[in-house]
């Protein structure tokens, strides 16, 4: 397979296989994602790339994940069974080796926790799941103050903001809650306890 594809190359790749909007969103989780690199000192290029392609499984429709988590053997639990676009974040993951030779392992785990979050995050994990909650083209309610966070504050205190926010989201639409992301929480707020920034919602 070709491995020395250019930015580029992966990013007219990706253009031919996602609708438009979807396209536009990564663009903007790319940028975010080398933003958020540049402040927090994550190399800003593999942020980009990793925010390029964090989506690159969405080329698959719902009823099929299921089945192309299968044929990558890939584990999943009830919560991906009920709930299958979960699956487009494993799946990308592999995905970006397969049909963009991008062989590097912080970059698939970046984008297997894109959705869900997980424990023991690392940095680059962390930019990835945040750039994806306020790229330029999201709308929500509360999307302004993360981007004002994405600014100011420190990486954990401005993921558990954004941690925080998902899951009151997902609560109050009585849907279910991912264990990752209550764990990628609760491993924030324990590493910091007691810390001032850490002390306030909002
Ligand atoms: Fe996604
Ligand atoms: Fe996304």
Same mark, same amino acid.
């Given at each position: 397979?070709?491995?020395?594809?250019?930015?580029?190359?992966?990013?007219?790749?990706?253009?031919?296989?996602?609708?438009?909007?979807?396209?536009?969103?990564?663009?903007?989780?790319?940028?975010?994602?080398?933003?958020?690199?540049?402040?927090?000192?994550?190399?800003?290029?593999?942020?980009?790339?990793?925010?390029? =392609?964090?989506?690159? +499984? !969405? &080329?698959?429709?719902? #009823?099929?994940? /299921?089945? $192309?988590?299968?044929?990558?053997? %890939?584990? @999943?639990?009830?919560?991906?069974?009920?709930?299958?676009?979960?699956?487009?974040?494993?799946?990308?993951?592999?995905?970006?080796?397969?049909?963009?030779?991008?062989?590097?392992?912080?970059?698939?785990?970046?984008?297997?926790?894109?959705?869900?979050?997980?424990?023991?995050?690392?940095?680059?994990?962390?930019?990835?799941?945040?750039?994806?909650?306020?790229?330029?083209?999201?709308?929500?309610?509360?999307?302004?103050? =993360?981007?004002?966070? +994405? !600014? &100011?504050?420190?990486? #954990?205190?401005? /993921?558990? $903001?954004?941690?925080?926010?998902? %899951?009151? @989201?997902?609560?109050?639409?009585?849907?279910?809650?991912?264990?990752?992301?209550?764990?990628?929480?609760?491993?924030?707020?324990?590493?910091?306890?007691?810390?001032?920034?850490?002390?306030?919602?909002?």
């Amino acid at each position: 397979m070709k491995r020395d594809m250019t930015y580029e190359e992966r990013r007219n790749i990706l253009k031919a296989s996602l609708k438009p909007t979807r396209y536009e969103h990564s663009l903007g989780v790319a940028e975010t994602a080398a933003f958020l690199a540049g402040r927090f000192g994550v190399d800003v290029q593999r942020a980009r790339l990793a925010g390029l =392609l964090h989506d690159c +499984a !969405r &080329t698959y429709r719902n #009823d099929e994940l /299921v089945a $192309e988590a299968e044929k990558r053997h %890939i584990v @999943f639990g009830p919560l991906e069974r009920a709930m299958p676009v979960l699956l487009h974040a494993y799946i990308g993951a592999e995905l970006v080796r397969e049909q963009y030779g991008v062989d590097d392992d912080g970059i698939s785990q970046a984008i297997w926790r894109h959705t869900v979050g997980g424990a023991g995050m690392t940095r680059l994990d962390k930019i990835i799941w945040f750039a994806d909650m306020i790229e330029p083209n999201r709308d929500y309610p509360g999307v302004e103050k =993360l981007r004002r966070l +994405a !600014r &100011t504050a420190s990486l #954990d205190r401005m /993921v558990l $903001e954004g941690l925080s926010d998902s %899951i009151a @989201f997902v609560v109050a639409q009585n849907h279910l809650v991912h264990p990752d992301t209550v764990l990628a929480r609760n491993e924030i707020l324990l590493h910091h306890a007691g810390e001032d920034e850490f002390r306030q919602k909002g």
